[in-house]
């Protein structure tokens, strides 16, 4: 299937295309999709499934859900240009009628817009029935639309595009010029998406799985749906916090290996040095020179900061442990270059026992908490929020963090 570069995003989701008939009954697709070393994969492709109450027979409901509604009670209309739609150009779409009644959903292709509403009542009933079902739906998105991101892996290589009910031409550009709703139009041959057969009933539940998995890379077609809307970008950023996480501090717990081998083979350079030392105390003229020698490498190890093999990835751990929610971290410096008193020494020299945490809060509040909580390790000294300063760019705040152990 399709090679995905890395990014923050959802591993793997279920697509939902639900068509409401003329006299109220749905029809559903479904399939699933995951992504598998770097490449998406359909993992479970199912037609007609029946009812909203089969979808938990076929589908685990903690799996993040996109929804396609089309057919009955989905109004579409066509504009010229490529401007917003607010209250004031709704009536272009639907006259005399509320935008605030109504989820809009706006897909611009050139320079045609292609606008798609559905009643609140009507699609909050569908999304109601599927979080009964124990289903989260991250995603809404209406009629054929959403089908523009997959098109280009399916072997379709002309300007029309028909696939279960759906006719769409396109310019020479593969701009959509116009969409008609046909009841019995059905793609001439087999589709495939690159080298795998797919159902045409599944085109549009793999179109919208695809894009609720690739969400933080494509600009999505979907309608805006509030509630929908939130869950989905709080379950972007949480896993972007993760990620950027468990990077953080895998890189300082590298770099913390680094040291202690560092300091290790000081520490053993040092003892070789004194052994030799003892060897050749009798050659009175050589002492000296010995003990200036080991005079050197002990002073190269205090520059570095050696203090006698303190695991500070464990200090770390302890402050990380205690992290209040709603605090990131962006950077964490141990015992760091001292540029003041190295200008003075005029040779390198280090902060002694410092660990400076730089992070960012909304809030002071919880800064405060995580320092009231660090107070209570034993080996803390002393800690000292530096500063704290609100980012209007941002739009959150940022502090430096001192403790001392």
Request: aromatic share 8%; glycine share 6%.
């Amino acid at each position: 299937m399709r090679a995905l570069e890395p990014y923050y995003s959802i591993s793997q989701s279920i697509g939902i295309s639900m068509m409401i008939r003329k006299d109220g009954s749905i029809r559903l697709d479904g399939c699933q999709v995951m992504v598998k070393d770097r490449q998406l994969h359909l993992e479970k492709k199912i037609t007609d499934i029946g009812g909203v109450e089969a979808l938990s027979k076929q589908f685990k409901g903690n799996i993040p859900l996109a929804l396609n509604l089309s057919g009955r009670g989905v109004l579409y209309k066509q504009l010229p240009g490529t401007g917003e739609i607010n209250s004031a150009s709704f009536s272009a779409v639907l006259p005399n009628a509320s935008p605030e009644d109504f989820y809009i959903q706006h897909f611009v292709s050139g320079d045609r817009s292609f606008i798609a509403v559905i009643r609140k009542v009507d699609a909050n009933k569908w999304l109601d029935a599927l979080a009964k079902q124990g289903f989260r739906v991250y995603m809404l998105s209406l009629g054929p639309f959403p089908v523009q991101h997959i098109l280009s892996q399916l072997n379709i290589y002309g300007e029309e595009v028909i696939f279960n009910g759906n006719r769409i031409e396109r310019d020479e550009e593969l701009h959509w010029k116009t969409f008609r709703q046909e009841e019995f139009a059905k793609a001439p041959f087999p589709l495939k998406i690159d080298n795998e057969a797919i159902e045409q009933e599944l085109v549009m539940p793999y179109a919208a799985a695809f894009q609720l998995v690739l969400s933080a890379r494509l600009d999505i077609i979907q309608a805006r749906v509030p509630g929908v809307q939130v869950r989905l970008e709080k379950f972007l950023s949480d896993k972007k916090f993760k990620a950027h996480g468990f990077l953080i501090l895998l890189a300082c717990f590298l770099l913390l290996l680094i040291n202690i081998i560092i300091f290790s083979s000081m520490n053993s350079d040092n003892h070789r040095l004194s052994v030799q030392v003892s060897s050749s105390a009798q050659n009175t003229s050589d002492v000296q020179g010995v003990k200036d020698d080991i005079g050197q490498k002990e002073a190269l190890l205090r520059n570095l900061g050696w203090e006698g093999g303190v695991r500070k990835s464990i200090l770390i751990d302890q402050i990380a442990s205690l992290l209040p929610p709603g605090i990131s971290w962006k950077e964490i410096a141990v015992d760091q270059i001292d540029r003041l008193e190295s200008r003075a020494q005029r040779s390198l020299q280090f902060s002694r026992q410092k660990i400076e945490v730089k992070g960012i809060s909304p809030q002071i509040i919880p800064v405060n908490e995580w320092i009231a909580r660090i107070k209570t390790l034993h080996w803390v000294k002393g800690i000292q929020l530096e500063s704290y300063t609100y980012n209007n760019e941002l739009n959150t705040g940022q502090f430096i963090l001192t403790v001392i152990y």
